[in-house]
């Protein structure tokens, strides 16, 4: 392989690992891609100590727990002018000290390909693999007590396979683009008692119009439409299937007056099965916002529908959160958060209501370009109309990021 073709992975490697932390992307750990026959091998490793005052999420009689998490990260990465290949191993692994039956280790398999046939075409499509679980305290174990979630035994563990695919057409500087997304997944749980009227089938998929009105102005229209069908009919006793349609229409921009961010406007409409049709309004919100070089504020929100955990069929939730990134040094930021969610449960008697509040602080100090350390802490305070789900939560953590 010639050093430029090299040189030029590598770089696609690093932004693919790096690009989704954003504001913090000056202090983090940059990691070195290692040739690898026609890829490139871009490994990271995340290794956290984490203290939990209360890790079932109670109301009263709270478990503390320390926990161990290693999070090691192989991404294979190869280019073909502008077609860029991509395989993806992942390992989130904890083990607790009050509990083993807290323990998990999920992994992701990915597949990916992104295609450039031409300057007006473009396809995304990807395979993956997900073993994955829900916390005791989460899930089927929610609002329970203390008795009952140490009886349930372990974590309840799940499997979620998916392929997605996409095109987009227009050239990346036309006025005009379409853009196309669909994903079909598959979850199903490992217990036959925890998979009763949880195991599902989903398709997702995403039409959408853009029209630039200026050089990095867009204006946007979007159809999204899911399908959930739960493999256990509502006659026998399972859950409810439900078909959510949306439209949305909104702007996004990029750089002007020092932000970039997106705004989607419209109506959700959400069918269950056997039961009356739900019409929400629907928005989501995220803009990064840099006043000055060393400071970048993150502004997000939204408001939707979405399936929820029996005995209800349906969520809406409206959240909003904001978070100050400032960096101290060339190796030092920190970053202080606030969050803000309302979820409105229906389809039981009697409807439940949650009001969550979340406050975080975290630094990262990269001591080498190919090691980082960061610390946080975490508190979240829950109300709830129903007994049992109310609770308050102080989470604090220590770890590094490694690579090559």
């Known amino acids: 392989m010639e050093s430029k073709n090299i040189v030029g992975m590598s770089v696609l490697g690093l932004t693919f690992l790096l690009g989704a932390q954003g504001a913090m992307a000056q202090v983090a750990t940059q990691p070195q891609a290692v040739p690898f026959g026609s890829f490139v091998l871009v490994p990271t490793l995340n290794v956290k100590t984490v203290s939990d005052d209360n890790i079932y999420s109670l109301s009263s009689n709270e478990v503390s727990s320390f926990s161990q998490i290693v999070n090691p990260n192989l991404a294979f990465v190869a280019q073909d002018r502008l077609n860029v290949y991509k395989a993806v191993y992942n390992l989130n692994a904890a083990g607790f000290a009050n509990d083993s039956n807290d323990s998990y280790a999920d992994q992701t398999f990915d597949l990916s390909a992104h295609l450039e046939p031409s300057v007006r075409l473009r396809f995304d499509s990807g395979l993956a693999y997900r073993m994955l679980h829900d916390d005791r305290g989460s899930g089927r174990t929610s609002g329970q007590g203390l008795t009952a979630i140490l009886a349930s035994g372990e974590v309840d563990k799940y499997d979620v396979a998916s392929i997605r695919g996409g095109v987009e057409y227009g050239a990346a500087t036309a006025r005009g683009l379409i853009v196309f997304t669909v994903d079909m997944s598959q979850k199903r749980y490992a217990r036959d008692f925890v998979a009763f009227g949880r195991d599902n089938d989903t398709l997702s998929s995403l039409l959408g119009l853009r029209a630039r009105v200026m050089p990095k102005t867009t204006l946007l229209v979007d159809y999204e439409y899911t399908d959930t069908n739960y493999k256990t009919d509502l006659v026998k006793g399972g859950t409810a299937d439900t078909q959510d349609n949306r439209i949305l229409a909104g702007v996004s921009w990029e750089n002007t007056a020092q932000t970039t961010g997106k705004l989607r406007l419209g109506q959700g409409k959400r069918a269950i099965e056997a039961g009356a049709d739900i019409n929400k ?65 229906k389809g039981a008697t009697p409807a439940r209501s949650d009001d969550s509040k979340n406050y975080g602080l975290s630094a990262n100090y990269q001591m080498r370009r190919w090691l980082t350390f960061n610390a946080g802490i975490n508190v979240t305070d829950r109300s709830s109309n129903a007994a049992g789900f109310a609770n308050k939560r102080n989470v604090m953590s220590v770890g590094a990021q490694v690579s090559l």
Do not use: C, M, Q
Request: aromatic share 14%.
């Open 281 to 345: 309004f629907t928005w989501d919100l995220g803009v990064i916002w840099k006043p000055v070089v060393l400071d970048t504020i993150n502004i997000n929100g939204g408001a939707r529908a979405s399936d929820a955990t029996a005995p209800y069929t349906s969520v809406e939730n409206t959240n909003y959160s904001l978070s100050w990134t400032h960096d101290w040094l060339d190796r030092f930021n920190t970053t202080i958060s606030l969050g803000s969610s309302k979820d409105d449960y």
